[in-house]
């Protein structure tokens, strides 16, 4: 997928007009929330312009932006799923909260990985939806007992 202009604190920054966009949430490392969210260990949160789609396909294309490794220019953004083998199932949306349904294996590279998978999965998947409130599922576990159990 082509990298889109970066968003900062949250606000994509405009595309094309005829490019339908979602946005994936990834992490400068110990940026202290500079340039984004700050969050974890000391890092920011910031979202990034990707080619989506409409409707029902934002949810699914902002969730494999994350977890299909999306090309990251090097030394700007740190995504803590590059080294995990999760695949997107399905997701919902209530009109209030977004449900992802994941399967495979997550690899965290450390302790602080654990906070940045958990606030880049639950980021992307309410931007998508414009959702207030989000459940995300691995292997039918929720995403807290599956972290809990790195």
Same mark, same amino acid.
């Given at each position: 997928?082509?990298?889109?202009?970066?968003?900062? %604190?949250?606000?994509?920054?405009?595309?094309?007009?005829?490019?339908? *966009?979602? #946005? $994936?949430?990834?992490?400068?490392?110990?940026?202290?929330?500079?340039?984004?969210?700050?969050? %974890?260990?000391? &890092?920011?949160?910031?979202?990034?312009?990707?080619? !989506? !789609?409409? @409707? &029902?396909?934002?949810?699914?294309?902002?969730?494999?932006?994350?977890? !299909?490794?999306?090309?990251?220019?090097?030394?700007?953004?740190?995504?803590?799923?590059?080294?995990?083998?999760?695949?997107? +199932?399905? !997701?919902?949306? &209530? @009109? *209030? #909260?977004? #449900?992802?349904?994941?399967?495979?294996?997550?690899?965290?590279?450390?302790?602080?990985? +654990?906070?940045?998978?958990?606030?880049? +999965?639950?980021? #992307?998947? +309410?931007? $998508?939806?414009?959702?207030?409130?989000?459940?995300?599922?691995?292997? @039918?576990? *929720?995403? $807290?007992?599956?972290?809990?159990?790195?």
């Amino acid at each position: 997928m082509a990298l889109l202009p970066a968003t900062i %604190g949250g606000t994509a920054a405009p595309a094309a007009a005829s490019t339908e *966009t979602v #946005t $994936a949430y990834f992490v400068l490392v110990d940026d202290g929330g500079l340039h984004g969210i700050r969050f %974890g260990c000391n &890092d920011s949160l910031v979202g990034a312009a990707r080619a !989506g !789609g409409s @409707g &029902d396909a934002r949810l699914r294309a902002a969730i494999e932006a994350l977890l !299909g490794g999306a090309q990251q220019p090097k030394n700007l953004y740190y995504n803590a799923l590059d080294g995990s083998r999760l695949k997107y +199932l399905s !997701g919902s949306f &209530d @009109g *209030t #909260t977004v #449900t992802v349904y994941l399967a495979g294996t997550l690899n965290p590279g450390g302790a602080c990985d +654990l906070p940045r998978v958990e606030a880049q +999965l639950t980021q #992307t998947a +309410l931007e $998508a939806v414009g959702a207030v409130k989000a459940r995300i599922y691995i292997n @039918g576990e *929720t995403l $807290a007992d599956y972290l809990r159990l790195k």
